[in-house]
């Protein structure tokens, strides 16, 4: 059992920047791809990116490329969320999840087995 615990979440201004963290209990993080979502109010959850286990191949959706950047230390079984230019809509609880699969650029919740219990980011204008 995988245990995942986002941080650094807050309230920011638009165009400010934040960077979440999730750190992961399993030893063996560097087997896992991870991801992050997010959920806004009377939204389903929707993908932001991923990151393969060596941390070397990212993918974003596209709402978010350009401004977000996945990054992973698999010393420190984290795995980073940094968000610039933010913006009103990017507001909602943010989750990390892992997935014990060696594809790359999974975007389907469905694929991931283990889910933090998720960070929340207000963006004002």
């Known amino acids: 059992q995988v245990q995942l615990v986002e941080s650094g979440g807050g309230l920011v201004q638009a165009g400010g920047s934040l960077r979440l963290s999730c750190a992961a209990s399993?030893?063996?993080?560097?087997?896992?791809?991870m991801g992050w979502f997010r959920q806004a109010p009377g939204k389903e959850r929707e993908f932001v990116g991923t990151?393969?286990?060596?941390?070397?191949?990212?993918d974003y959706a596209d709402s978010v490329k350009g401004r977000f950047t996945i990054s992973r230390d698999n010393g420190k079984n984290t795995v980073y969320l940094q968000m610039a230019n933010l913006k009103p809509g990017d507001t909602a609880v943010y989750y990390c999840?892992?997935?014990?699969?060696?594809?790359?650029?999974?975007?389907?919740?469905?694929?991931?087995?283990?889910w933090g219990r998720g960070t929340q980011v207000n963006v004002s204008s």
């Open positions: 999840a892992a997935a014990p699969l060696l594809r790359f650029g999974l975007r389907n919740s469905g694929d991931y087995t283990y």
């Open positions: 399993e030893r063996i993080f560097s087997l896992y791809t």
């Open positions: 990151i393969d286990r060596s941390g070397g191949r990212t």
